[in-house]
């Protein structure tokens, strides 16, 4: 396993992580049995960060995960998140209130069996909670010792330079893969930022750790499916107008084309979609979701060899038209 060292972290973390979103029952794939099989063979691998939240299977992922890692937390770093609460319809809204981050971290601890996580992120803006409450509710809870350091995640730059003048930010998580590099939304949700042009000089300037999430598409990078795919209404995928609706033939035949390149240089697709990422200075760790341990084995794979600058030439080539989708 390779690691990348940034300044806002004291930890090496593993160029390849664990998204622990399908561990939570919202994807074809989930499976909780596989799920704790994953988390082993990845810390067996060298992987030591897993990405999970309150809201990815309504709770369930972080229960998966925190059993899973019993006898071994001390092997791994926990990111989880907060400020993204639900009804009883599962209808979700933003809550990043003092009162509602202080239920939350007592929550996600319980579930994840742990008394401390390590990099504690605010999953999406709540514009309705002045930035000052937050920042106070964060400032307990990281004095009481249940969170080590803080991210944010989905955040406008504007919002990023006033928590960082208030307090201090470790990382920050946001959409992005080849196809996906300042788009404007995710899951029909408006972005408030662009990746490549308002994040990646952040974290490179401050010396963040950057977590890019969906850095195979929701599996289109990852060669899961073919242009016929349809997710059942259990896959949360089947919500992503991206692969389900009018725009999802535009993306294919993108694939298509790089799936070709790939094909040249005799690598797989998820190889070639996960060191265009691991080769960017600015991202730390890669944290995709697999449903086996044959997934996690060829994502492991793929920090093996490097892209050349001929075959990087041809990729930004293909994806230029997507830079700005």
């Not at 803080?150 to 920050?172: C, H, K, R, W, Y």
């Not at 959409?175 to 000089?201: F, Q």
């Not at 294919?252 to 240089?265: D, F, G, P, R, S």
Request: charged share 25%; net charge negative; proline share 4%.
């Amino acid at each position: 396993m390779q690691y990348k060292k940034v300044k806002m972290i004291k930890e090496p973390i593993s160029v390849i992580g664990i998204g622990c979103w399908n561990f939570g029952g919202d994807f074809d794939t989930s499976d909780d049995n596989a799920a704790t099989n994953i988390v082993h063979a990845a810390i067996d691998r060298g992987i030591n960060l897993f990405d999970v939240a309150p809201v990815y299977g309504w709770t369930h992922a972080e229960k998966v995960l925190g059993k899973a890692l019993k006898g071994k937390r001390d092997k791994v770093l926990i990111a989880s998140k907060c400020g993204l609460v639900w009804n009883e319809k599962h209808e979700t809204r933003n809550d990043l209130s003092k009162k509602n981050i202080l239920r939350e971290i007592d929550e996600s601890l319980e579930r994840l069996q742990t008394d401390y996580i390590d990099l504690y992120q605010l999953h999406w803006p709540d514009h309705n909670t002045p930035i000052e409450e937050t920042v106070e509710a964060l400032r307990i809870i990281k004095d009481a010792g249940k969170i080590r350091y803080i991210g944010l995640s989905n955040f406008s730059p504007q919002d990023v330079q006033t928590f960082m003048s208030m307090i201090e930010i470790n990382a920050q998580q946001s959409l992005y893969n080849m196809l996906e590099r300042n788009t404007t939304s995710y899951h029909n949700i408006p972005l408030e930022y662009r990746t490549e042009k308002d994040v990646l000089p952040v974290v490179r300037r401050e010396g963040q750790a950057f977590l890019p999430y969906s850095p195979l598409f929701q599996g289109l990078l990852a060669g899961r499916f073919t242009r016929e795919k349809k997710f059942s209404s259990r896959d949360i995928r089947s919500a992503n107008p991206k692969l389900t609706g009018p725009a999802f033939e535009e993306y294919y035949a993108c694939y298509e084309k790089l799936l070709e390149v790939a094909n040249e240089i005799g690598r797989p697709i998820n190889e070639l979609a996960i060191n265009w990422l691991r080769q960017k200075e600015e991202v730390t760790c890669i944290i995709g979701g697999v449903s086996s341990i044959e997934q996690l084995d060829r994502n492991v794979a793929a920090i093996n060899w490097d892209i050349s600058d001929e075959t990087m030439a041809k990729i930004n080539e293909i994806i230029a038209p997507f830079e700005d989708k």
